[in-house]
């Protein structure tokens, strides 16, 4: 499966972006991570097909996940971002479900190029 990821950027805090990640073909789950240097890629939020959803505690009631089923496309709305939000944050999916891939708990199928999301004044 090929993921293809857009819309990082750069952002003030409080202000609001939306990553989009499209694979090629239905998978059964999918899902947001991060990374900073230095630090290992955490989950941010991930979904399977049977619409069971994960999210980071630093990221409930602020990030959002959506999907548009026909188009195989995962969306994440982050809103009131944070400078700590900084990070490239990488789609990713998998054959398993939400729980293995949101702890990383197998290697994930498939990783898109990754989208840099900047938070500062």
């Known amino acids: 499966v090929q993921l293809v990821e857009s819309g990082g950027g750069l952002v003030q805090p409080g202000g609001s972006l939306r990553l989009s990640c499209t694979a090629s073909r239905h998978i059964t789950s999918m899902g947001w991570f991060r990374q900073t240097p230095g630090k290992e890629r955490e989950g941010v939020a991930a979904?399977?097909?049977?619409?069971?959803?994960f999210y980071a505690d630093s990221v409930k009631g602020r990030f959002t996940l959506s999907s548009d089923n026909a188009k195989n496309t995962l969306y994440l709305q982050m809103n009131s971002l944070r400078p700590e939000d900084t990070a490239i944050y990488y789609c990713g999916a998998d054959r398993s479900n939400a729980r293995l891939l949101f702890n990383q708990l197998v290697p994930l199928d498939s990783w898109g190029q990754g989208t840099q999301v900047t938070v500062s004044a």
């Open positions: 979904v399977d097909e049977d619409g069971t959803t």
